[in-house]
Structure formats: C-alpha cells, structure tokens
T-cell receptor
Framework: TQLLEQSPQFLSIQEGENLTVYCNSSSVFSSLQWYRQEPGEGPVLLVTVVTGGEVKKLKRLTFQFGDARKDSSLHITAAQPGDTGLYLC??????????????FGKGTKLSVKP | EPEVTQTPSHQVTQMGQEVILRCVPISNHLYFYWYRQILGQKVEFLVS????????KSEIFDDQFSVERPDGSNFTLKIRSTKLEDSAMYFC???????????FGNGTRLTVT
C-alpha cells in the first residue's frame, strides 16, 4: 500500500508550459515536504508545508497543502529545461514517527524539452 | 555550503561479503540517517541515529545491518552478509535537530553480484 501516491508518474513537456504534479494520501500528515532529485544525486529539499491550506512560492514553483492535510500539489509556471528531475513528496508517518523516518512517494519524473 | 559526503560512490561486492558504506555528515548536525532506493522504487527509510545510538529503525534494517559513528566525523552503515536484493542506492542524511530539514548525500550505489 502506497501511503503517498504521486501523479503523474512521468511528465514530458515543452519549455514554457505550465504543469502541476500531485501528492495524495488517505492519511493526515502533520507536514509534507517536496524534494527534487537529479540523476546520481541525493534528494534536495525544496519546501515544507505545515498548515492546511498553506501556499508557498519558490520563484516559479508554487506548493500547496490541502485543507485536510492529506494532499499537496506542486505547480511550475513556464517550465525550463533546468526544472528537469524527479520530484518527490515525503512526510513523517501519521500518528507518530519524528525520528527522521520520512515516508517518500515514488515521485514524478519531469522532463522539460527546449 | 556544507554538504553530506559519501564514499565510495559505487561499490561492487559478491553475495555474502561484508560491506561498509561511509558518510561524513554536516559537522554541526546531531541526527544521522540512512535511506536506500532500489532502482525504480521509492526512497525508503532504514535507520536514524542520535547521541550514539539508534533512535528509530525500519523493518528493512534487520540483524544484517548495523550503524556506527566511530569518531567525531564519520557515520557508517555495515551490511554483514550482502544479498542480491541489497543492491540499491544508499543515501546518508543528517539534520541539525530531529525536526530540521534533512540534508542528503549523493549516495553510494551498491551492486551485489
């Protein structure tokens, strides 16, 4: 059972297009984190969303945490080839777990073509 | 910017052999972690370590695995008798506090033949 479901699994778009990727769960999370991972490297934290309904912006990236804290989305405006990578959402297990034991989704592999 | 460093970047070993994966966490961080990522699958938590002891471990982290902080800078993951299914990318991470963001290294690709 996937605690964190990410969709789509793959996304290939042209430079300049907008896109949204999703992270969904049937469980409530106290917070969710978004990471970006490039081939041969470890995940790099982009943002943490904590409050239900929260929206955070990081340049062209907009992150939203669902009101019920069961889902999150990442929207990229005017995507660039440098945005290419694997986008992962992660959170601590519901009902406990705060010792760094993050649960990760399988990720969305984004390819932005020039 | 300080970073987590891992060595080697790639390790090939035969089934049944012992391997030690090495990590140098960020120097002022207090919490250390190992995660693994089997090819094509999600990143999975293995173990967290604080104050020279394991604070949390997953079901994956069985008796074949152990961690150690042998000195003030290194953090190691040992697999005693490797199996084919241990082939994966192993990521070390560290954080300043347990609630602080995790900083990941670039991983060691372990191939068991």
């Amino acid at each position: 059972t996937q605690l964190l479901e990410q969709s789509p699994q793959f996304l290939s778009i042209q430079e300049g297009e907008n896109l949204t990727v999703y992270c969904n769960s049937s469980s409530v999370f106290s917070s969710l984190q978004w990471y970006r991972q490039e081939p041969g490297e470890g995940p790099v934290l982009l943002v943490t969303v904590v409050t239900g309904g929260e929206v955070k912006k990081l340049k062209r990236l907009t992150f939203q945490f669902g009101d019920a804290r069961k889902d999150s989305s990442l929207h990229i405006t005017a995507a660039q080839p440098g945005d290419t990578g694997l986008y992962l959402c992660a959170g601590f297990p519901p009902g406990g777990g705060s010792q760094g034991n993050l649960i990760f989704g399988k990720g969305t592999k984004l390819s932005v073509k020039p | 910017e300080p970073e987590v460093t891992q060595t080697p970047s790639h390790q090939v070993t035969q089934m049944g052999q012992e391997v030690i994966l090495r990590c140098v966490p960020i120097s002022n961080h207090l919490y250390f972690y190992w995660y693994r990522q089997i090819l094509g699958q999600k990143v999975e938590f293995l173990v967290s370590f604080y104050n020279n002891e394991i604070s949390e471990k997953s079901e994956i982290f069985d008796d074949q695995f152990s961690v150690e902080r042998p000195d003030g800078s290194n953090f190691t993951l040992k697999i005693r008798s490797t199996k084919l299914e241990d082939s994966a990318m192993y990521f070390c991470a560290s954080s300043l506090q347990v609630t602080s963001p995790l900083h990941f290294g670039n991983g060691t690709r372990l191939t068991v033949t």
